[in-house]
């Protein structure tokens, strides 16, 4: 029953929650003052997936966004949510089905699309850095921007990724970095500068 209702409802009421929470905050873009109109990768941390629909469009208004789900139940409601804000999923995992969305994800940036990640999704560590942005960087030669929010209010959750939920009648502030390469970098060293550069502005 639980999980019907999940699959069927929980989108929509998640719809009308984020509908609110951001209707009800102030909001302050720290933003690039120009966007090159280059398709770019979207690097942001699992927990904070949620705030950064209100980041990308504030960035690019008009933007295509694929973003990468994995395919597992949450990420079935994570699908559906994201359609009703015009983002659309590329379903796999490291997991299950890690070559076909890494061919996806390069496929969507090769005709223009922006692709959004987690790097440390679905599984965790929390603010780890998997392999897979920095494969789909360098073999599609696309610059990555790093994306947070931080909100002044927010609830918590005693989950794997410390999933933050903004509260109403706060503010948020949205961070997009300037577009970076990792091209001919090293795995290890490319992983190391994303992280360093996504924890600029992140909540511990």
């Known amino acids: ?10 989108p929509y009421i998640l719809y009308f929650i984020v509908k609110f929470i951001y209707f009800t905050n102030k909001k302050v873009y720290h933003h690039p003052k120009n966007d090159d109109k280059q398709p770019f990768i979207v690097c942001m ?10 980041n990308y469009f504030g960035f690019r208004k008009n933007g295509v966004v694929k973003a990468m789900v994995s395919e597992n139940r949450d990420g079935e409601t994570i699908t559906k949510l994201a359609a009703m804000f015009k983002i659309w999923a590329i379903r796999g995992s490291s997991s299950k089905g890690g070559a076909k969305v890494i061919i996806s994800a390069l496929k969507e940036l090769k005709v223009g699309n922006d692709v959004a990640i987690t790097p440390d999704g679905p599984r965790g560590p929390r603010y780890s850095i998997a392999d897979g942005v920095v494969i789909i960087s360098q073999k599609s030669g696309k610059n990555i921007r790093c994306f947070n929010a931080i909100p002044s209010k927010y609830w918590q959750f005693n989950s794997w990724d410390k999933f933050v939920l903004p509260k109403p009648f706060g503010k948020i502030d949205f961070y997009i970095s300037e577009p970076f390469s990792v091209k001919d ?3 290890e060293d490319a992983k190391s500068l994303i992280k360093t550069k996504m924890l600029q502005h992140s909540l511990i």
Do not use: N, P, V
């Not at 029953?1 to 069927?8: A, E, L, P, T, V």
């Not at 941390?45 to 209100?54: E, F, N, V």
């Open 1 to 10: 029953m639980w999980k019907k209702f999940k699959r069927d409802f929980a």
């Open 45 to 54: 941390w699992h927990g904070d997936l949620i705030s950064q629909i209100y």
């Open 185 to 187: 970098m090293e795995l």
